[in-house]
DNA sequence: AAAACTAGTTGACAAAAGCAACTAAATTTA
DNA sequence: TAAATTTAGTTGCTTTTGTCAACTAGTTTT
């Protein structure tokens, strides 16, 4: 038996009674959970017609014809005939119903609020990364395009992420031993030492406040700059986000007048390899290395800017 | 208005809409979602009575009455006088009701199954952590010791993780710069440099896979050893995590022989104090320093063996 | 312009759930 | 220990929720 499953069995069912909808009455108001879901819907999409609706929520349109009915009665709705189309309506709240909406949506707070109210906020932090990760691996289109924040500021703690996400990834990718994971703390060591706010430069790409990707330009003696720490966790590859980070690094290079970037890269990385070419970046050394448990050809790439 | 709350509604809502348990009929068998969560209730206890079931769904006693009498007739269940009580039975299923929930079960894992099939392996591990800390935060028990689990074995990643929560927690805490982080960097640069698996040691406390806590013992010169980067994620004080990695560090300490641990602290970390206190350490050097951009006092303590 | 389709309404009905009165046994209380 | 109260389960009755199919009137396709 798949335990994966099994898990994921076992979470449904605790999350079924956690959520507690299977009560007739939403929140001890005289409305249905259903009922609810349709208001909700409609204050969702601003104006909807009838048939929108029963497509998102998997209604009866005879059912739901019948509700709305009541709603418009009990003014919480109000509707005009549409435009394009003269058999359907353009339905909204009313004042009346987007107030109701509110008063649940509060009651509806106060209820989570007391579930959590035991919790630290470092805890809080924890549950809703932890749901937004749910919630991003069993969505169909996973993760999208502008869910992925940048920044270049370092902020406490960036940094060691970063390692970590060299250690991590080049682990799993290539079986790189430890050896290379302290072989980048010493990079970035050497690249801290020496920063220069106004000629060096990190970005780093987030998804939940989390780092995803990142890469750096560091300066070098006579107008030479290196491109360097390039990375991007394998969950988050042909999103755009590689190319946004290289090309934001390169006009670094071009606003700093930088005469040329150059790169240090191993043959094995056939993925950057491709976007650093697509960035113009030419081979310009090839050697032969023996590290960090693999045998592989190292490589410098340059740019003359 | 509260984030984490909205947070939180947002995923109910998703998750509402994902478990698919508003439709009448229960993965397309003609029972409802609670006839089967009645079936599954009465397999999980072996033997059960009515009452107990009505506590446990919050199911009306006569309807449940009925669905039972439904159940009995089509000989899903079987029912015998309870022992310590004339007036109540206990109920299990009988050989066809367990074979009706085994079927159910295994069309509800083919649902699961085509919902994580493009899902990696390393992907599948994450959703289960993330759902297992869901739980636990949303379960009145919280966090519990046993799902803290201990190593001391690097892997790669892990140094550079160890590196981000020092920058991440005391950033937080105390409001160190990145500078902190930096000297971080370069102390475990030193440790790897003349790390020896048979002196040295790291150990790490894990929740869901994610390192939440760890200490080292670095061995110096003349039967010494120095007591390094203890630290614990905010979220996992209190449940005893500290105290068992100290113990452990000790006890590596006299089990190598060495005659002395020291450790380099400052003023501000009370509770870490109040443990290394615990175990027996002793101030012996305290020093006021500007680092960091805090003022503080710099401590030594010492723990003979 | 006819045929096929679609948005919404309505009638008839079935299934799901709740409420209250009842039986009979168990427990509490005086 | 007998009366009063409570509890497990049943049954009748009702409301709520949801389904199905037939219908109107407008829309799209051919």
Redesign the interface.
């Known amino acids: 038996m798949?335990t994966?499953?099994?898990?994921?069995?076992s979470?449904?069912?605790?999350?079924?009674a956690?959520?507690d909808?299977?009560?007739q009455h939403y929140l001890d108001s005289e409305y249905s959970?259903?009922e609810i879901r349709i208001l909700?819907e409609i204050s969702e999409s601003k104006t909807i017609t009838a048939q929108k609706i029963t497509e998102i929520l998997?209604l009866d349109k005879g059912y739901l014809s019948r509700i709305l009915k009541r709603f418009l009665k009990e003014n919480l709705i109000e509707r005009v005939a549409s435009e394009d189309d003269k058999r359907a309506f353009d339905i909204k709240l009313t004042d009346s119903g987007t107030e109701l909406l509110s008063v649940l949506?509060a009651k509806?707070?106060n209820k989570?609020?007391g579930?959590?109210e035991?919790?630290?906020s470092?805890?809080?932090e924890?549950?809703?990364d932890?749901?937004?990760?749910?919630?991003n691996?069993?969505t169909e289109n996973k993760i999208a395009r502008e869910d992925i924040t940048y920044r270049h500021e370092?902020?406490?703690?960036?940094?060691?992420?970063?390692?970590?996400?060299?250690?991590?990834?080049?682990?799993?990718e290539y079986n790189?031993?430890?050896d290379?994971?302290?072989y980048?703390?010493?990079t970035?060591?050497d690249f801290?030492?020496k920063y220069s706010p106004e000629n060096d430069r990190i970005w780093m790409a987030e998804y939940n406040n989390k780092i995803v990707g990142c890469v750096a330009i560091v300066h070098q003696p006579n107008e030479e700059a290196q491109l360097r720490w390039f990375l991007l966790d394998s969950?988050f590859r042909g999103l755009g986000i590689g190319k946004r980070l290289l090309t934001e690094a390169v006009d670094f290079c071009k606003e700093k007048k930088f005469k040329n970037v150059f790169l240090l890269t191993t043959n094995m990385q056939d993925k950057a390899l491709r976007m650093y070419k697509m960035m113009g970046f030419e081979l310009t050394k090839s050697e032969e290395v023996e590290e960090w448990g693999k045998t592989f050809f190292e490589e410098r790439y340059d740019l003359r800017l």
Chains 1, 2 share one sequence.
Request: hydrophobic share 40%.
């Open positions: 798949n994966t499953t099994s898990k994921i069995r979470f449904n069912r605790f999350y079924t956690h959520l909808i299977l009560s959970l259903t909700y998997n949506n509806s707070e989570i609020e579930k959590i035991k919790l630290n470092s805890e809080k924890i549950l809703v932890s749901m937004n990760t749910v919630r691996l069993l370092i902020t406490p703690g960036d940094i060691g992420y970063i390692i970590h996400l060299h250690g991590a990834i080049y682990g799993k790189f031993s430890t290379f994971e302290k980048v703390i010493k970035f060591y801290l030492e969950a």
